[in-house]
């Protein structure tokens, strides 16, 4: 029997942890790579309905020359929990919409990928776990997340345990060597979700 859609991957993990560098290794090994971070970026720069929703809710300080002026908002809300419950409610729908939408594009395409990967950095947070096939958890040791991502903030508080988060994932690693070392535990990973 033929395989009949791309299979459909997050990536997830704390702050640091090389999510980012995973999926670009997912990319070199054929998927097709989005991150849900670039496009919550994307509807704060470009979508009017969401600078509607911001306007109303913060006044127009928080809009700049290139969309919502993303220091501000995080000023209003890492501080916040009702603004960040608020803002969170605002964008992540769209996020989820965007990013089904994109899946059902790579689909369409003459060649579709094998894999569709996905970097979701509150996915079990959120639910979004049901919304794929496998899920891959990227972690490495606190001290060199603090290297790598100095301004860690209190975002990471909201976050699951790193080990809540390996024992529910179908794969975890522990991000704390080489990127080719990286690089060879997500060939081992596409090698099993497309045999």
């Known amino acids: 029997m033929t395989r009949r859609y791309a299979v459909a991957v997050a990536v997830t993990g704390p702050i640091g942890a090389g999510k980012s560098a995973a999926l670009e290794a997912f990319a070199r090994h054929g ?3 989005a991150s849900s971070d670039s496009t919550v970026h994307g509807l704060l720069r470009d979508d009017p309905d969401v600078h509607r929703e ?6 127009p300080e928080v809009l700049g020359g290139d969309g919502a002026d993303r ?3 995080a000023e209003i809300v890492f501080g916040d929990p ?3 419950e608020w803002l969170e409610r605002l964008l992540h729908p769209r996020v989820v919409a965007a990013n089904l939408a994109w899946r059902a594009e790579q689909e369409r395409r003459a060649d579709p990928p094998p894999l569709t990967v996905t970097e979701v950095p509150l996915l079990y947070e959120t639910g979004a776990e049901r919304r794929f096939d496998a899920v891959v958890v990227i972690t490495a040791p606190e001290a060199i997340r603090r290297e790598r991502r100095p301004l860690a903030d209190a975002r990471e508080q909201r976050l699951l345990p790193e080990a809540e988060k390996v024992a529910r994932a179908d794969y975890a690693y522990v991000n704390d060597g080489t990127l080719d070392e990286l690089d060879a535990f997500v060939a081992d990973v596409v090698g ?4």
């Open 31 to 33: 998927a097709a790579t």
């Open 54 to 59: 911001l306007v109303e809710r913060f006044g």
């Open 71 to 73: 220091a501000k908002l």
């Open 82 to 84: 009702e603004q960040l």
């Open 192 to 195: 099993k979700l497309t045999a």
